[in-house]
């Protein structure tokens, strides 16, 4: 067994200068090897409570270097952790509580401390479970999706070297650190390269108008956003001096964790004059496709595959259908879960299937290994008879001149099966005039897709990653 140092500098960052910076928070500048040293001291600090290798660790704290140290301490230690989010509703927090019964819960900045130690005192093996992440439980109770540190090190990897994710790439960090995102995204992938991360106030609305401060003050050159974050980000800007910084020193801007509205997509573009480069993942499968060259990026497709990824569309049986055809994706991957944390006592439980992991995600790959993502098969409405995709709507609806953002969902009707309705936030200073929006939509949709009814509302219920929970809005219809 490799000693969890000697694993690190193995495994994690064979190439790293362990004198270049890994990380920046607020000026503060933290070399590789202070950031090994202090997440050391923090293993054996652990150890020394009597933690074990193989224990979970929870770790409930707000965006910070303490919680990187978390990771990596862990890392180092064997330790298993769990990472939340710090606004994690106390309802959330008893259910992850109940069923990981972690050894150690680790929620303010007093518990981070530091022991002397040195590289003899850990062990830990690429075949432990290295975390125990929850997903976002925008469309129910959260799933514990339990992985292992070898798979999520190969994904980095291939990630990486499909983007070009290298020891010059400044990451700005504005994830939660407690969601998969926030971790694989955006702290072990520039780790893995050498690179440096740039620690910034996590998103939200009110910091919104100071995003790019820091990104030029510590003159970063890569960032992942949310599709609600590029769109934020777009219409709040309000300068010529920051699209001319984007465009000169921006190299990757990556965004993920939703479908991309195409209006989103090309606002953002044309406001900053760089290239989005879409992507797709799961918390389950880790990252599955990206783009990685605007020359190269073909309208809708959330990119090539990575080397080693498999995806079929299937139809409702399963079977696979012909390349090309819209079907749902079934994905067969090396960097899969090793399976879900039961809600009831008992060994932990594998979703795959010889395999292959059903996504729940509609959409087919072209003959060039691009994927394409069409929609979610839940939320797929069948009026009379006939699929309507609401993100097909929702980005026609977004296209309207006076309308902000859209949701689609289906609802219950005694004849139609179910009929089509809208949620709409209206862009500021204008109003909703149902006659000009069907008329644009009879124009553009099917008759099927037509919605039949309009909500509109302020803002949307969401996660903190700017996920849309539509299981709120469900319960509104």
Request: hydrophobic share 40%.
């Amino acid at each position: 067994m490799l000693d969890g140092l000697s694993f690190l500098q193995n495994q994690l960052a064979q190439s790293i200068d362990y004198s270049a910076i890994a990380l920046v928070s607020e000026g503060k500048e933290i070399s590789y090897k202070e950031l090994v040293d202090k997440s050391r001291g923090l293993a054996a600090f652990w150890k020394n409570q009597g933690i074990r290798p193989g224990d979970k660790i929870a770790v409930k704290l707000p965006n910070s270097l303490e919680f990187i140290y978390c990771y990596i301490a862990c890392i180092l230690g064997g330790y298993t952790i769990v990472p939340m989010n710090s606004d994690l509703s106390q309802r959330n927090l008893d259910y992850i509580l109940q069923l990981v019964k972690p050894q150690l819960l680790v929620n303010n900045f007093e518990q981070i401390q530091y022991s002397s130690t040195n590289s003899n005192d850990f062990n830990s093996t690429n075949d432990s479970i290295l975390a125990i992440f929850f997903t976002s439980g925008t469309t129910s109770v959260p799933k514990a999706v339990c992985h292992y540190l070898g798979n999520m090190l190969a994904n980095v990897i291939g990630f990486n070297q499909l983007v070009g994710i290298d020891r010059n790439t400044r990451m700005m960090h504005i994830m939660p650190m407690g969601y998969m995102a926030g971790f694989l995204n955006t702290i072990l992938c520039p780790l893995i390269a050498g690179g440096t991360i740039i620690v910034a106030p996590q998103f939200n609305a009110k910091e919104a108008m100071n995003f790019w401060k820091p990104a030029i003050e510590s003159n970063v050159n890569a960032l992942w956003l949310t599709p609600t974050m590029a769109a934020l980000l777009a219409r709040l800007n309000r300068t010529s001096t920051t699209p001319k910084w984007t465009k000169n020193n921006l190299r990757h801007v990556f965004v993920g964790t939703a479908p991309l509205p195409k209006v989103t997509k090309e606002k953002f573009e044309s406001t900053f004059g760089i290239p989005t480069l879409e992507s797709y993942g799961m918390t389950e499968i880790l990252i599955v496709a990206s783009n990685h060259s605007a020359s190269l990026q073909k309208q809708g497709s959330v990119g090539h595959l990575l080397e080693g990824i498999e995806v079929e569309a299937g139809d409702k049986e399963g079977n696979p259908l012909p390349q090309g055809e819209i079907g749902e994706l079934f994905i067969k991957t090396p960097f899969a879960l090793k399976g879900y944390l039961p809600q009831e006592a008992g060994q932990i439980t594998s979703p795959l299937k010889n395999g292959w992991f059903a996504t729940g995600d509609c959409g087919y790959l072209d003959p060039d290994d691009n994927l394409f993502i069409t929609g979610r098969i839940k939320d797929l409405i069948i009026h009379g008879g006939t699929n309507v995709s609401p993100p097909a709507v929702e980005h026609l609806l977004m296209e309207h001149p006076d309308v902000q953002e859209a949701v689609v969902l289906g609802k219950t009707h005694p004849f139609w099966g179910e009929e089509v309705v809208a949620f709409l936030i209206m862009k500021a200073g204008k109003s909703f005039h149902k006659e000009s929006i069907d008329e644009y939509c009879k124009s553009n949709l099917e008759f099927d897709a037509v919605p039949t009814t309009y909500k509109i509302v302020k803002d949307f219920p969401r996660s903190s990653t700017g996920k849309v929970k539509k299981h709120s809005l469900k319960e509104v219809l």
